[in-house]
């Protein structure tokens, strides 16, 4: 056991845990007032149902000693799993760095499906998916799966993260359909800021998600750093200039966009490539999402916070890049296309289209399960009220005009129960 | 134009932050590849309660300080009360505009 390696792993998980919040905030700002709290609610639920199911199921399911498609359900309820080494960590810290992987993929989806989804059927949906979905793709690459064992280069979660999110994300938007307002109305980001902040917050937390992915404190994890800090900066510039270009001015909006897609981007590639090399595959990633997220606004899929131009695009991207720019001379494992390895590249593109496949088939039945049981859509009134209200019966930016106070009836017959409830509404304001 | 007014002895106003449309040019805003105009613009709602002879003064520091010249300056309303009630004192009408010494 390496103290150094157990001291940085402990502060990753703790900034990938940041992450998913951090996620919250920067969906958040960007769907209308009445939907914030739900947005947030999406993300900050994940921490606790995927990560109990994590606990529980899903770290067996990906990390377990099982072969080829899953990990088993040897380590269910952490059998097996203690303060022995797994690698040079402690395997419960190890077990954790990973649950904090599953909780934000799981949120992720979230950002497709904004502003509609009943709350409940939402929370079922994520803990299967974190159990069904997450869990053998985390196996495939790896846990030992047949993904990892074919040579499949993922440092971070390019493909087990952000293409399976993505894909994910698409399914989800196609089978709950658009919100009522869609090309319809328009819905304005309600607090841009938040958004910044948001992305802000992910470009810190991130640094634990790639550089934590080396599980040690050496060579590949500084490498991973300074990747991770680099690739998104060249993505920010890019999208910048493709904003001056299109209309003459740059948003912050883009801005936040833009981080987030650079960072999706070289999570598969951040131990493997050279830092010039992340800083072109930064560069490049900017592009496809740039554009699918332009002509995804005037299609009828209403992906509402456009996770698949920037996890399912980007994490695409960034996976063949890897593919391409990994350079033995920097990670010791394999080089690329563009070191005389065309063999990477191909292997790449399998496991995209296999977690594609897979994520998708899987993404769908589990909604059409979900669905037989609950509707998963609010109805039009709900949607029109906002979510916040009609899901949670909370308001985001409450200023309290018009709120009477209910208090319980205390000389009412004994055994009723039923609290007194003043005339609502009526009030100034 | 605050300043003109409290200068023109009239310190007693609400101020409303409202948005409206006034004759000016829409401006156009781009979230994430979808474009929106924008029709209505932040602008902002005095109500202010004067006896007779104050008016005057009133508007008249109002033209002169919120003055732009470009369209969308905005437009001065003169209403007439009925009654005004000071609620800290019950005072009426005339009694209720005058400010306290």
Sequence with gaps: MDKADTAWLLVSTALVLLMTPALGFFYGGLVRSKNALNTLMMSVSSLGFVGVGWALVGYSVAFGPGAGFSGGFSRVLLGGVGLEPQGTVPHVLFMAFQGTFAIITAALISGAIVERMRFGPYLAFITLWGLVVYAPVAHWV???????????????????????????????????????????????????????????????????????????????????????????????????????????????????????????????????????????????????????????????????????????????????????????????????????????????????????????????????????????????????????????????????????????????????????????????? | MLEALFRAQVRGLTLHRVEGHGGETERVETYRGTTVKMELSEKVRLEIGVSDHFVDPTVRAILDAARTGSVGDGKVFVLPVEKVYRIRTGEEDQAAVTPVA
Excluded: C
């Design chain 1, 142 to 429: 790896w846990g030992g799966g047949f993904l990892g064992r074919l040579g499949a280069l993922d440092f971070a979660g390019g493909t087990v993260v952000h293409v399976n999110a993505g894909v994910a994300a698409l399914v989800a938007a196609l089978v709950l359909g658009p919100r009522k307002d869609y090309a319809r109305q328009a819905s304005l980001p309600h607090n841009v800021p938040f958004t910044l902040l948001g992305a802000g917050l992910l470009w810190f937390g991130w640094f634990g998600f790639n550089a934590g992915s080396a599980l040690a404190a050496n060579g590949p994890a500084a490498l991973a750093f300074v990747n991770t800090m680099f690739a998104p900066a060249a993505t920010l510039v890019v999208w910048t200039l493709l904003d001056f270009a299109r209309t003459g001015r740059a948003t912050a909006v883009g801005a936040a966009t833009a981080a987030v897609v650079g960072l999706v981007a070289v999570t598969p590639a951040a131990g493997y490539v050279s830092p010039i090399s992340a800083i072109l595959l930064g560069g490049i990633a900017a592009f496809p999402s740039y554009f699918a997220l332009l002509y995804r606004a005037r299609t009828r899929l209403d992906d509402s916070l456009d996770v698949v131009a920037a996890h399912g695009l980007g994490g695409t991207v960034g996976a063949l890049l890897t593919g391409v720019l990994a350079q033995k001379a920097w990670n010791g494992a394999a080089d690329g296309l563009l070191f005389g390895n065309p063999r990477q590249l191909a292997v790449q593109a399998l496991g995209v289209l296999a977690v594609m496949a897979y994520s998708g088939v899987a993404t769908f039945g589990l909604l059409k399960l979900v669905a037989a049981f609950a509707p998963l859509r609010a109805r039009a009134r709900e949607e029109g009220l906002g979510l916040d209200v009609s899901q949670h019966g909370e308001e985001a930016y409450a200023r309290g005009e018009g709120a009477i106070l209910v208090l319980p009836e205390i000389a009412a017959a004994p055994g009723l129960g039923v609290p007194a409830a003043a005339p609502a509404g009526g009030g100034p304001g």
